[in-house]
């Protein structure tokens, strides 16, 4: 059974430059959550989502955007990218509404110059 | 508002000896509580998670952890540390929804020989 799976695995932008990022849960898994991993922060959470919906959403600005398609795939959009932006992005998929075990993908390594 | 603290950002023992990662939290519900796990380019594992059944919770590769309500701390422990633990470890509350997780900022275990 394949895990969380996230792409690319590595990422170089520009400052003002938008980037989407991808992640395909594992089958059958319907939550997919986003989180921002910084060395001074740690883990932030971002938003998640469940059946196409988004249920939370954490303390990022509007540039931070998702969405979830009827295959459970989700997509996060940074615009306007900012040096602060560069961070490890994970995304993790759960098998239903509850999250009491999430599955992590490897993650995107962003990198804003 | 929920919160976690990890009270040692750097914990390094020997292998073969004792490990204690000490986590203290903050919930306004009954919490849930977890120990996730990433090693180096890897994505977050689940090593173990309360639920308000026993208070003892035991997990993989031999780790436990144990919830005291009056001291609101939910350290995890291993008898005897392996090469192989070295990676950082991450404690995290839930409410009781499992809506929004609260990660701490990570302890990094190393290993010596």
């Known amino acids: 059974k394949a895990g969380v799976t996230q792409t690319p695995r590595y990422l170089i932008k520009t400052r003002g430059q938008q980037v989407t990022l991808s992640c395909s849960p594992i089958s059958g898994h319907r939550s997919v959550s986003w989180y921002q991993q910084t060395p001074g922060q740690g883990l932030q959470f971002l938003f998640e989502y469940f059946s196409e919906t988004q249920r939370n959403k954490g303390n990022f600005p509007g540039r931070f955007s998702g969405r979830q398609f009827s295959n459970s795939r989700s997509e996060m959009n940074v615009s306007t990218l900012e040096l602060g932006d560069s961070a490890l992005y994970l995304c993790a998929s759960s098998r239903d509404s509850t999250n009491e075990k999430l599955f992590f993908g490897s993650g995107t390594q962003l990198s804003v110059l | ?113």
């Not at chain 2, 998670?49 to 291993?78: P, Q, R």
């Not at chain 2, 950082?88 to 929804?97: A, K, L, Q, R």
Request: glycine share 6%; hydrophobic share 35%.
């Open chain 2, 1 to 113: 508002a929920q919160s976690v603290t990890q009270l040692d950002s750097h914990v390094s023992v020997s292998e073969g000896t004792p490990v204690l990662l000490r986590c203290n939290y903050s919930s306004s519900y009954s919490p849930s509580l977890f120990w996730y796990v990433q090693h180096p380019n890897k994505g977050l594992q689940l090593l173990l998670k309360y639920t308000s059944a026993a208070t003892l919770v035991k997990g993989i590769n031999g780790f436990e952890a144990e919830f005291k309500k009056s001291e609101t701390s939910f350290h995890l422990t291993k008898p005897s540390a392996h090469m192989s633990d070295a990676a950082e470890y991450f404690c995290v509350v839930s409410d009781s929804g499992y809506s929004t997780l609260t990660f701490g900022k990570g302890t990094m275990l190393l290993v010596s020989p």
